[in-house]
C-alpha cells in the first residue's frame, strides 16, 4: 500500500523551518540537498541567489510518516503562497503503482513533471488534479 506524506514549499526559510520542525519532533534528516547540487541541465543555469535554497529535505516523523519540503521561487517557475504551499506525496510500493496513481489522479489535471528516473534516484512525478490539488508520486527502489 502507498503511503502519503505532506510536502511543505517555502520561500526561501525552509532550512530554518526544517531545522525547528527537528527541535519539536526529533530524529534526523534521511536527505537534505541544496540547488547547487543539482547536475548541470542544457537552458538552464541555477541562479546564484537560489544555489542554497533546499531542493529536498525529508524528516523522519515516525513508522512510515515523513514530512517533507522545499523552497521555491519565480526563479523555478513558482513563487510559493502561504496558506496553499504544499502537495500530497505518495510513495509507491512499486514503479506500476506510481504509474497507476500518477496516471488515474492526474486524468483531466495539468501534469508539471511527468513520471520518470530522477538524478536523485527515485522515479517521480508532479502534477495538480481537475482539483487544483498539488501531488507528488514517487518510487524509491531502494528503500523497499
Known sequence: MAQVHPYL?????????FTFYKSIFGGEFPYIGKYAEMPPTEGFEIPE????????????????????GCDSS??????????S???????????????RIFNGLSAGGTV?????????????????????????IGYDECEQ
Open 9 to 17: 514549499t517555502f520561500d526561501g526559510n525552509c532550512e530554518a523551518a
Open 49 to 68: 541567489s537560489e544555489a542554497q535554497k533546499i531542493m529536498h529535505v525529508s524528516l523522519k516523523l515516525g513508522a512510515g510518516t515523513m514530512l517533507m
Open 74 to 83: 519565480s526563479a523555478f517557475g513558482q513563487q510559493p503562497v502561504q496558506g
Open 85 to 99: 504551499n504544499f502537495s500530497v506525496y505518495i510513495t509507491a510500493e512499486t514503479k506500476e503503482e506510481a504509474d
Open 112 to 136: 508539471t513533471m511527468p513520471l520518470a528516473d530522477t538524478f536523485w534516484g527515485s522515479y517521480f512525478g508532479m502534477f495538480t488534479d481537475k482539483f487544483g490539488i498539488l501531488w507528488m
